[in-house]
Structure formats: structure tokens, C-alpha cells
T-cell receptor, first 114, second 113 residues
Framework: DSGVTQTPKHLITATGQRVTLRCSPR?????VYWYQQSLDQGLQFLIQ???????AKGNILERFSAQQFPDLHSELNLSSLELGDSALYFC?????????????FGEGSRLTVL | QQQVKQSPQSLIVQKGGISIINCAYE??????FPWYQQFPGKGPALLIA?????SEKKEGRFTISFNKSAKQFSLHIMDSQPGDSATYFC????????????FGTGTRLTIIP
């Protein structure tokens, strides 16, 4: 158990809808990262927050947004969903702001867009 | 986009054999190279990592070999066991930079009896 909690584990929705994925980092970790895992695409970095502030942005679509709250949990909002958004969305946390340290991943939220 | 190319996509090895997964990177500024292991239904977990100041790092049956001039690194699993069956991701990043870990596309390893 990594200590990172993600909800929901599974989500099925329709195109055009909006969903929110939630992540609680390990106790004490200030950084939260969001990754998207699609078939044959590996893990694509979306966005990182550190202690409530956006720290780095990756390949995140404009239809997606995220935030980190004062209690350090984070939410990833996906709107105007398309079939291609179907994927596993992972949250990871670490105590560091920068690179070079271990990321602790949750078990992911599997999103299916029909 | 900075890339990390991983091969093979899938690998079947007999129990007791050596599993070898290779990765190549483009950005010479990368200085942190971890391998993550992912079991079905779970998130990836750090297995072993190396920095470019050494050419090899060994932890139990797992070894990373690093070739800085060729911009390649590989994971060797000695005496492979059925419990090693998982998907393995290599990754790379810069220690001082905002780019986050860039992952390879993964290798699905199956160890057969």
C-alpha cells in the first residue's frame, strides 16, 4: 500500500460530460502529480502541484484542470469528455518539489467514456 | 517532446532465466533514471534507480546497467521468478528542472514455469 488514495476506482460516463477525480497523498507529502496511462502510451505527465501551488505542467488538455487544496488533497477535473479520454488516471505524491525522488502512486482511477 | 524509448513491448522468459529490458533517451541533461514495476490493478512502484555517475547498480536480483555515451540504460532481472511477472517502466528526468519524469511505454514481462 503506497499510502496514496484515489477515488473513484472506476467511472463510466458519456461523451460531453464532466468528471472529477480525487487524490489524497501520503501523509506529509506536499507534491501531487497526475499522470494519464493509455494503452501503448505509457504514463503521460499531466500536472504537478506543490503545497497548493501549480509547479509544473505537462501534456494536459485545456479541457482538464486540477487543484490542490489546503489539506493537500488534489482533484483532477475532466470536462467535455471525448472517447479518447478513456484511460487510467494516476495520482502520485512525493515529499519533494523537484525531481530525483521516488514517486508514490495510487491505484488509479479508470475512466471509460462511452 | 523529450522521449524515452523502451523495448521490447512484451517479453516472455522462463523461470530462472535472465530478463532484459532496454531503454534509450535523447536528452543528455537527464540525470535520474528509475525503473518502476506495475502489477495488474495497482499503481507503479519504484523498483530501482540510478544516477549517471555510476555505470551499474544492483539490488538483489535486479541490476541497472547505464551507458552514458550511448544514452542507454537497461534493467536485468536475474533468476527471474513468476512473481516478477508485471509491467516495467523505465523513466528519466532532470534533477534541476521542471520537466517531470518521462516514462517509457512499458514492457509486459511474463515468467513461465
Amino acid at each position: 500500500d503506497s499510502g496514496v488514495t484515489q477515488t473513484p476506482k472506476h467511472l463510466i460516463t458519456a461523451t460531453g460530460q464532466r468528471v472529477t477525480l480525487r487524490c489524497s497523498p501520503r501523509s506529509g507529502d506536499l507534491s501531487v502529480y497526475w499522470y494519464q496511462q493509455s494503452l501503448d502510451q505509457g504514463l503521460q505527465f499531466l500536472i504537478q502541484y506543490y503545497n497548493g501551488e501549480e509547479r509544473a505542467k505537462g501534456n494536459i488538455l485545456e479541457r482538464f484542470s486540477a487543484q490542490q487544496f489546503p489539506d493537500l488533497h488534489s482533484e483532477l477535473n475532466l470536462s467535455s469528455l471525448e472517447l479518447g479520454d478513456s484511460a487510467l488516471y494516476f495520482c502520485a505524491s512525493s515529499p519533494l518539489a523537484g525531481n530525483g525522488g521516488e514517486l508514490f502512486f495510487g491505484e488509479g482511477s479508470r475512466l471509460t467514456v462511452l | 517532446q523529450q522521449q524515452v524509448k523502451q523495448s521490447p513491448q512484451s517479453l516472455i522468459v522462463q523461470k530462472g532465466g535472465i530478463s532484459i529490458i532496454n531503454c534509450a533517451y535523447e536528452n543528455t541533461a537527464f540525470d535520474y533514471f528509475p525503473w518502476y514495476q506495475q502489477f495488474p490493478g495497482k499503481g507503479p512502484a519504484l523498483l530501482i534507480a540510478i544516477r549517471p555517475d555510476v555505470s551499474e547498480k544492483k539490488e538483489g536480483r535486479f541490476t541497472i546497467s547505464f551507458n552514458k555515451s550511448a544514452k542507454q540504460f537497461s534493467l536485468h532481472i536475474m533468476d527471474s521468478q513468476p512473481g516478477d511477472s508485471a509491467t516495467y517502466f523505465c523513466a528519466a528526468s532532470r534533477h534541476f528542472g521542471n520537466e517531470k519524469l518521462t516514462f517509457g511505454t512499458g514492457t509486459r514481462l511474463t515468467i513461465i514455469p
